[in-house]
């Protein structure tokens, strides 16, 4: 069950380049028991010096009074739709996350974790870049873990996404429009979800590199997160068969058989594609 809790009266529209001097954002942020740290997360997006966004926050079925805490710490954003409340049953990461993307009003989709927080000009970049770049669909910068102090993000180059990740889901801003088009993020992973949402998006929209830092990232490990690394196996076998698709799609491609041995060729695909989607 999803209940909507928004008093907004407000039904803004927007297009991926509308013509004004700010491009709007949505800011998806699933929580799941953090009402200990997510005021933190929520007053790095409220304090930005940016007046187009709305924080819509997923709660997945938190029993530490999540809900209750945002209703009553931020009664005037949620009466401006701000921020967005949607409550549901326990679905996960994955599943939080895709729900605040379907719901969300703008065509510009940033994330935020509830530990993490967004550096003061996180939306003045993004919008800076979108608007001088107007040929893409997906942007991405870097991150500091807040610890160790290690900067994370580097030039894109898709053979190196395929070996590891380094496109933190917090950096990752891209348009509505891909979501409608290759879909939201994989809710039968249960993590690793922004990697396989990563490869996916830009396997087939080379994103922009935005060489700032964007966020602040907590590299402390904490066992209250949404996202269930208890499976990483299975999850990490799930986006391994997933890559394999992807590059025998591209050799698909770009190889061209002799005429003879075409359906040779497409019958021996055809198999091995449907024994790799067993694997899902």
């Known amino acids: 069950m999803i209940v909507h809790m928004d008093n907004s009266t407000s039904n803004p529209s927007s297009g991926i380049l509308a013509d004004r001097a700010h491009v709007p954002f949505s800011v998806i942020m699933p929580t799941y028991n953090r009402k200990y740290c997510i005021d933190q997360a929520i007053q790095s997006v409220l304090s930005q010096n940016y007046g187009d966004f709305e924080l819509v926050i997923v709660d997945d079925a938190s029993t530490d009074g999540t809900l209750d805490h945002l209703k009553a710490a931020y009664p ?14 326990k ?14 009003k703008y065509d510009w989709i940033c994330y935020l974790d509830t530990d993490n927080q967004m550096s003061p000009s996180y939306f003045e970049i ?26 994370v993000g580097k030039p894109f180059s898709f053979f190196d996404l395929l070996q590891a990740n380094f496109i933190d889901i917090g950096t990752f801003v891209h348009s509505k429009a891909l979501n409608r088009e290759l879909g939201g993020p994989d809710t039968n992973l249960t993590g690793l979800e922004d990697w396989d949402q990563a490869i996916r998006y830009t396997a087939i929209h080379k994103p922009y590199f935005v060489d ?36 025998v799609d591209f050799l698909a491609k770009n ?16 198999i091995f594609f449907d024994k790799i989607r067993k694997i899902f």
């Open 76 to 89: 005037e954003e949620i009466a401006k739709g701000k921020i967005r409340l949607i409550s549901v049953g």
């Open 91 to 104: 679905v996960g990461c994955s599943g939080a996350r895709s729900i605040g993307l379907n719901d969300a």
């Open 126 to 151: 993004f919008n800076r870049c979108i608007l001088e770049n107007p040929g893409y669909q997906c942007f991405y910068a870097k991150l500091r873990m807040r610890t160790s102090g290690e900067v």
């Open 212 to 247: 700032a830092i964007v966020l602040d990232y907590n590299d402390l490990n904490s066992g209250d997160r949404v996202t269930d690394s208890g499976k990483s196996e299975e999850n990490t076998r799930r986006i391994m068969a997933k890559k394999i698709l992807v590059n």
């Open 255 to 270: 190889l061209h058989p002799p005429e003879s041995l075409r359906w040779a060729f497409d019958h021996l695909l055809k």
